[in-house]
Nanobody, 120 residues
Framework: QVQLVESGGGLVQAGGSLKLSCAAS??????MGWFRQAPGKEREFVAG????????YYGDSVKGRFTISRDNAKNTGYLQMNSLKPEDTAVYYC???????????????WGQGTQVTVSS
């Protein structure tokens, strides 16, 4: 079991930055990822990171703007979001996959989500 709790969401103007955190407890070896879901849309993959942190993978819509990282000593993952756009507005979910050793994950565990709103 992995319990995930996101934080750091909020309201920001277009062009601004936010950093999301995902605090994990329970199992300690898992790949981690971030997904998002906007109203009326399907949940979308944003970024993934391997257990070691050595490999990352991004969705096309966030490449070059978002950076995923993790601190295994703190059992915490992060998503640094820069150059935010109104279309980045969504609920952002942290996810963990204990079966993956790559940044390509199939989530087995989800956090509760944190709202990110980007105003124009």
């Amino acid at each position: 079991q992995v319990q995930l709790v996101e934080s750091g969401g909020g309201l920001v103007q277009a062009g601004g930055s936010l950093k999301l955190s995902c605090a994990a407890s329970g199992r300690t070896r898992y790949a981690m990822g971030w997904f998002r879901q906007a109203p009326g849309k399907e949940r979308e993959f944003v970024a993934g990171i391997s257990w070691s942190g050595g490999s990352t993978y991004y969705g096309d819509s966030v490449k070059g703007r978002f950076t995923i990282s993790r601190d295994n000593a703190k059992n915490t993952g992060y998503l640094q979001m820069n150059s935010l756009k109104p279309e980045d507005t969504a609920v952002y979910y942290c996810a963990a996959d204990p079966r993956s050793y790559s940044p390509i994950i199939t989530p087995a565990y989800w956090g509760q989500g944190t709202q990110v709103t980007v105003s124009s």
